[in-house]
């Protein structure tokens, strides 16, 4: 059964502290997105790759937020440092055009509490 | 741009009762139009998807039917159930490329018995 992989689940930190969210994109999915979801906001995009590039980040905050793909089974979202307004639930979701799907298959998150 | 606008929340139904959650979309294109449904503590699940005009897409009892004359795609179940109780989110996707779904803010359905 393909899914979405995402580690940690949880994660508290204290403010500072630098994080590092984990995703496993489905086999073969060549694009990868990055949401934040909170009360407020709901779900934003922060960033997406294709084929490992970073095609736009600009949801990002560039000062403390980074995102990256060291290879095709792997994405990271890193934080440092954290802040105590970046407490949120963090979705990480794969996707391929391939036989014409265009849905984005996501994984369960990691919620991140920020004290 | 693109957007997605679906009723606000909570809807609160009792358990067999109809259930119509209001999706409207700005897009330029035909983008493809999704529901998604998420449980509490669990990620976004597809719900149903249509990717043409007059298409209809279903699962587990809900319906969903592309309206391009209108820009909507409604949300509709005959009789809930206690375990649909989800946030349900409406998105659209351009039909252009790898590009990223764009969400509605979500609508919180509580099914009571």
């Known amino acids: 059964d393909a899914r979405v992989t995402q580690t940690p689940r949880h994660k508290v930190t204290e403010m500072g502290q630098e994080v590092t969210m984990r995703c496993q994109p489905i086999l073969g999915h060549n694009t990868v997105f990055w949401y934040r979801q909170t009360m407020m906001q709901g779900l934003e995009l922060l960033a997406y790759?294709?084929?490992?590039?970073?095609?736009?980040d600009s949801g990002m905050p560039k000062d403390r937020f980074s995102a990256e793909m060291p290879d095709a089974t792997l994405a990271t979202l890193k934080i440092q440092p954290s802040e105590p307004r970046d407490s949120a639930v963090y979705f990480c979701?794969?996707?391929?055009?391939?036989?014409?799907?265009?849905?984005?298959?996501f994984g369960q998150g990691t919620r991140l509490t920020v004290v | 741009g693109n957007s997605v606008t679906q009723m606000e929340g909570p809807v609160t139904l009792s358990e067999e009762a109809f259930l119509t959650i209001n999706c409207t979309y700005t897009a330029t294109g035909y983008p493809s139009l999704f529901w998604y449904v998420q449980y509490p503590g669990e990620g976004l699940q597809l719900l149903l998807k249509a990717t043409k005009a007059d298409d209809k897409g279903s699962n587990k009892g809900f319906e969903a039917t592309y309206r391009k004359e209108t820009t909507s795609f409604h949300l509709e179940k005959g009789s809930v159930q206690v375990s649909d109780s989800a946030v349900y989110f409406c998105?659209?996707?351009?039909?252009?490329?790898?590009?990223?779904?764009?969400f509605g803010k979500g609508t919180r359905l509580s099914v009571i018995a």
């Open positions: 790759f294709r084929n490992r590039a970073p095609l736009d």
């Open positions: 998105a659209l996707r351009p039909n252009s490329g790898n590009t990223p779904l764009v």
């Open positions: 979701a794969s996707g391929s055009r391939v036989g014409g799907n265009t849905e984005a298959f």
